[in-house]
């Protein structure tokens, strides 16, 4: 069943595609970076304005702006499961500047 639904997310959104991982299965950009790692910094770039924004994003990843609205499609159509993915990355790294924190009073 799995497979199923991501060959149809992949024929529904051409550039994306679906890897494994350590935080679990996750949609990506073929020859790029995750869809939430695209669309994270798409929405620090996005008071630039859409077509602004895709270029900044492009440029800062290092990719084309075909893949930049590949994952901005891709958000369009699943914002939950991007945002929960964001969400899931922004509490491990709050976690780990936790225990580095406490490492440090720590050892002085």
């Known amino acids: 069943m799995r497979l199923v639904d991501e060959g149809m ?3 529904e959104h051409p550039g994306v595609v679906f890897r494994d991982g ?3 299965r996750r949609a990506g950009l073929a020859n790029g970076p995750d869809v939430w790692e695209a669309i994270v910094v798409l929405k620090d770039f996005g008071a630039a304005g859409p077509a602004a924004a895709v270029k ?3 440029r800062w990843l ?3 702006e075909a893949q930049v609205r ?3 499609g891709y958000y369009g159509a699943y914002p939950t499961e991007i945002d929960d993915r964001i969400a899931e990355n922004v509490a491990a790294a709050d976690e780990a500047q936790r225990a580095s924190a406490a490492r440090a009073r720590l050892y002085g």
């Open 62 to 64: 290092g990719l084309s």
């Open 56 to 58: 900044k994003t492009a």
């Open 70 to 72: 590949a994952a901005e």
């Open 9 to 11: 997310r992949m024929e």
């Open 22 to 24: 350590p935080a679990g």
